[in-house]
């Protein structure tokens, strides 16, 4: 069994994450001075987003140099010693690859402005002449995932293609020379020790041939969305098995894991559970976020048939779970209770795979409200002002005391990357660390157990005791077992027929009663004394 079939992986956003110099952003500086609270935390690996050169039209998604460091947010000797200490504190650490596009500063593309329709520079963006009588309508009907037409027209007329923000324009995945410079990014990184990759927007690179028209209701049904001409392309599977051969050739270098073990993980808008799963046959992915999950309802029956689902689709790999990330609005927000998100933390920590955990989540941080004149998400622009985007999962941690900045830098609060808003004393890591109910004191317990009592086999299916159509999910995997009442009375959890003894709960107990909207965890274990027994968690 591999690291990462039974990994809880963190997700740091550095500009968010902990400033070291006092200019009011994160850095890598600051992220290194506090990892040691991820590891506090039980995350076994830290995936973090961009930190790469970037003019910041899509919060560092639009990357300049794959292979350099922003200058605000360090330089590679930084980098090197964030790795080192993830690795001393036992952490794995993988970094994300953005392939499908690059900035419009990356000099490839000013390249490509420069040269001649037709011309090698511009073969390595999707520039096509227009539609219309003078070409003055986009090349097809394809919309940006950001809101308006996917196409931008250039001085000279012609249009290239972007499925985010223009300041994205999208790579050609045929064009020999992208393909190769891309392969030596990995190496890179490799080089530099990490442990694997986040592949951004996995099912994008290919286009279909031709760039055919994708219809009316693009958009609209994402289980349809493997039928889209810019999706889930035949090609893509090659190229993920040439980038797994690399990832298990490369030699590693010391303190980072072996080649074999290497994680390479699919964000994928692929939604068919079908067409998911061929992303991590043996030799391409290990992994796809399972974004069914994120997005399922709080319903017992909506949760148990996207657990079933996912558990029983093939592929080599192992299922993960999520319940936030830089781009999904906080789970106490979405969810619509601070109560309903810890009792969905056990509920997702208890499964069987991996869980990727977003900074903040274990603070049970709410969505917070930045104001119009702070926003950076280009969703808001795009969207012409109805859409205020995903800043508001991406303020800045709270750390420690009463008012903004909370401790996450030395600069003045009105400074601060996004602005956090006030009373957000209760939530920081110092006042959560001291109170035996805190959110994070949930989560340390619950990843304590978690590591204790691993899945035996993190690919198979749970024990259910509930039934399909019960207002309350109970399953096990291994000795651990988790009810979760999702109902509106409270449940008796002694008549669910589940074994074992509780030992944490997301919230109040009322005897053998488990009140709505909260989750139990018993472990079934034959010798309640021995080393994994009561003490391991809290319960109410
Ligand atoms: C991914 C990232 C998101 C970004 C997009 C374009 O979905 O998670 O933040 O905007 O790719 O790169």
Excluded at 156 to 176: F, I, K, S, T, V
Excluded at 361 to 378: K, N, Y
Excluded at 403 to 430: I, K, S
Aim: charged content about 20%.
């Amino acid at each position: 069994m591999s690291w990462w079939q039974e990994t809880v992986c963190y997700e740091l956003y550095p500009r968010a994450f902990a400033d070291s110099d006092g200019d009011g952003t994160g850095d890598l500086a600051g992220a290194t001075a506090r990892l040691d609270h991820i590891a506090e935390l039980g995350a076994d690996a830290v995936w973090i987003t961009p930190f790469y050169p970037s003019p910041l039209a899509d919060g560092g998604y639009d990357i300049a140099d794959h292979t350099g460091v922003a200058p605000d947010l360090g330089t590679t000797e930084d980098f090197d010693r964030l790795i080192a200490r993830a690795h001393d504190l036992g952490l794995k650490l993988i970094v994300d690859l953005v392939p499908n596009h690059t900035s419009d500063r990356h000099p490839w593309f000013q390249d490509a402005l420069a040269a001649a329709p037709g011309s090698a520079a511009r073969g390595r963006y999707l520039f096509r002449p227009g539609r219309g009588a003078s070409g003055e309508l986009p090349p097809n009907d394809w919309q940006s995932a950001f809101g308006g037409p996917a196409w931008t027209r250039v001085a000279d007329g012609e249009w290239y293609c972007h499925l985010h923000a223009p300041e994205q324009p999208d790579l050609n995945w045929r064009d020999g020379h992208v393909r190769s410079a891309f392969t030596d990014v990995l190496r890179y990184w490799l080089d530099r020790g990490v442990d694997g990759f986040r592949v951004d927007v996995a099912h994008a690179l290919f286009k279909a041939e031709g760039l055919p028209d994708a219809g009316p209701g693009q958009h609209q049904d994402p289980l349809r969305n493997h039928l889209m001409p810019y999706y889930d392309q035949e090609e893509l599977h090659p190229l993920y098995r040439e980038w797994r051969a690399v990832l298990d050739t490369h030699p590693a270098p010391p303190g980072s894991v072996p080649p074999q073990d290497r994680l390479m993980v699919a964000e994928s808008a692929v939604f068919d559970p079908a067409r998911l799963a061929r992303y991590i046959r043996p030799g391409e992915m290990n992994q796809a976020f399972n974004f069914a999950f994120l997005e399922a309802a709080w319903d017992p029956q909506e949760l148990r048939r996207v657990i079933d689902t996912s558990l029983s689709a093939p592929g080599g790999g192992s299922v993960t779970w999520l319940l936030s990330s830089h781009d999904a609005v906080r789970p106490v927000t979405r969810l619509g209770s601070a109560g309903r998100a810890r009792a969905a933390a056990l509920l997702m920590l208890a499964l069987p795979g991996s869980a990727y955990l977003y900074q903040g989540e274990e603070l049970g941080l709410p969505q917070a409200f930045v104001p119009d004149d702070r926003i950076r998400d280009p969703l808001w622009e795009r969207s012409g002002h109805t859409d205020r985007g995903r800043d508001g999962s991406r303020v800045p941690l709270p750390w420690s005391g009463d008012h903004p900045p909370y401790g996450f830098t030395a600069a003045a609060p009105e400074r601060t990357w996004l602005p956090q808003p006030d009373g957000w004393g209760p939530y920081t890591v110092l006042a959560q660390a001291q109170d035996p109910d805190s959110t994070l004191a949930l989560y340390r317990a619950a990843l304590r157990l978690r590591r204790a009592h691993p899945a035996p086999d993190p690919t198979a299916a749970p024990r259910w005791y509930s039934a399909p159509g019960d207002p309350h999910l109970a399953f096990g995997r291994g000795a651990l077992v988790c009810v979760v009442n999702l109902g509106t009375r409270p449940l008796t959890w002694s008549t669910t027929g589940v074994p074992g003894r509780p030992v944490l709960a997301s919230g109040p107990l009322d005897g053998d009663t488990l009140p709505p909207d909260t989750a139990l965890w018993l472990l079934d274990t034959p010798d309640p004394q021995g080393p994994e027994g009561e003490h391991d968690g809290r319960i109410h």
